[in-house]
């Protein structure tokens, strides 16, 4: 899959996955890595992104092991444009299903 | 490959960066490499997992969160020039001050609080000088009989000379104000810590 796509579909699906609960950022990593394939180390620029546009939030918590952790929480702005991209996923797959059905039924 | 190999890979590529950035990106890292630990992965799974150290570097750049500064006139060139100066103050303050004698760390203010001195001398004697002058200027003051008198001095001359005489006086002054305005600053800086 073509990298410009996929790092679309992921920031989609980091905002997605922080919508329901704040994670850490290993916890993101592995979640989206178990649906995805992908370089596990390019989630941390994305997040850093996120967190520059003001989409995420980063606070630190105690772990039960070692050191504080980095945690990540979306914000109004994030959740009104993970809406937004969400709307415009669905369109887009929607509309790229239909076209692949019609080229099935020709073959 | 092992965690601290992996991560040494990774503060090269971004060398460039700002000091404070990279930690920010390494300690992220450090803190990935902990929490797969806990999954009992060993560092070879981990580091096969996050991909090549030069695509994160590389996917940082594309996401314009850091910006590589190879010279002076890449960037902003302010930023860097104060970012030069910040780096010199600090090694000087950490390097080279602490071995200096103590008479030395003192002597920025010695000089201050010295040229600060001088300089009000200088304008009081700037401004003594000039009354004497103007004073026997406007008497026509002739020492030696018998040399020639000097012609006239116009009322104007005398006024412009005078005038001159108050204004050199008065720049001395300032510098003076300027000078001990230092030496306050950094006793007080010294007084505060």
Known sequence: MKTQLKKGVIELLVLGLLTQKN????????????????????????????????????????SISGPPRKYYRITEIGKANYREMLLEWQEFSSAVNRFLEGVDQHD | MTKEQYLDLLRYYFRQAKAEDMQEIISDYEEHFR????????????????????????????????????????????????????????????????????????????????????????????????????????IQWQPLA????LPAVSLVTIGAFFLTGVGAGLTCVFIGQECFKQYKAKKAKEVLG
């Open chain 1, 23 to 62: 994670h850490y950022g290993y916890e993101i990593v592995d979640t989206i890595s178990d649906y995805v394939e992908m370089s596990e180390g390019s989630i941390y620029p994305l997040l850093k992104r996120l967190q520059k546009d003001t989409l995420v939030e980063t606070y630190w918590e105690e």
């Open chain 2, 35 to 138: 929490s797969g630990y806990e999954q009992n992965l060993t560092d070879e799974d981990i580091i096969k997992a996050l991909g090549e150290p030069k695509q994160i570097y590389e996917a940082y750049l594309s996401e314009g969160i850091i910006t590589e500064k190879k010279g002076l006139l890449k960037g902003d060139l302010k930023e860097d020039l104060k970012d030069m100066l910040d780096k010199a103050q600090v090694e000087f303050n950490t390097t080279m001050k602490p071995q200096l004698p103590h008479y030395w760390q003192e002597a920025s203010k010695a000089v201050f609080v010295t040229s600060g001195t001088l300089a009000y001398a200088l304008a009081a004697l700037c401004w003594f000088i000039t009354l004497i002058l103007t004073y026997l200027l406007s």
């Open chain 2, 146 to 149: 018998d040399v020639a008198p």
